[in-house]
């Protein structure tokens, strides 16, 4: 199932069909999945889960130095139509809207890893020039301790919120899972890990005339 939530003027909350009623909830070890969630997302839906996303938001704003790095600072200032894909609870839509009251923000989820490798051919498929494609990384768990420790954070509660899917689908007890968990932070300090934030942007050839 995928949600498109449409952000103009943006209050300070999001809307309904963001933040999900208790009652369309179901429960498991503590944490809430969508009842009629898409299988294939293993992550819940829960005031916990929406906080993580929100943090991990302004990780990737400290990372990229700015809510975006595509040169449309004019254009959104005189109103244009934006896309978000992958737009978790709608947090950067909204900064956006407060900030660009002309622009009109859409946000859209869900989105595979596979479709995201996609995006730079198919913005040039439909007429897009001056397509980039590219990314920026993130430390975790070692390094500039404003944003390692921080991201280290916000990948173990990743981890935390698969547990309750991931221990049923593969037959993992409690503790067996938390030491996997353990392992894995351990390992990715000590290698050094990084997170890949891609992003990628091109421009109508229309507007590129009158730029």
Known sequence: MTRTVNFNHANETPPPSVLLPSD???WIDGRGFDVNGNPAYIFPNDTAEQARLDLQHHLI???LGGHYVAPVGNRL???IKV???GCGTGVWA???A???PRSQFTGTDIISPEIVATFGRELEARGLVDVVQDHKTMLVGWGQNEIALAAAENLLAVFKSMKP???MALGLG???YDTMVDKAMAEISENMGLWKIQFTYGTKPAMRSHA
């Open 24 to 26: 369309h909830l179901k």
């Open 61 to 63: 704003v400290f990372t």
């Open 77 to 79: 200032e005189q109103g």
């Open 83 to 85: 896309l978000e894909t």
């Open 94 to 96: 909204m900064d956006m």
């Open 98 to 100: 407060r900030k660009y």
């Open 165 to 167: 899917q991931t221990t």
């Open 174 to 176: 409690d503790t067996e």
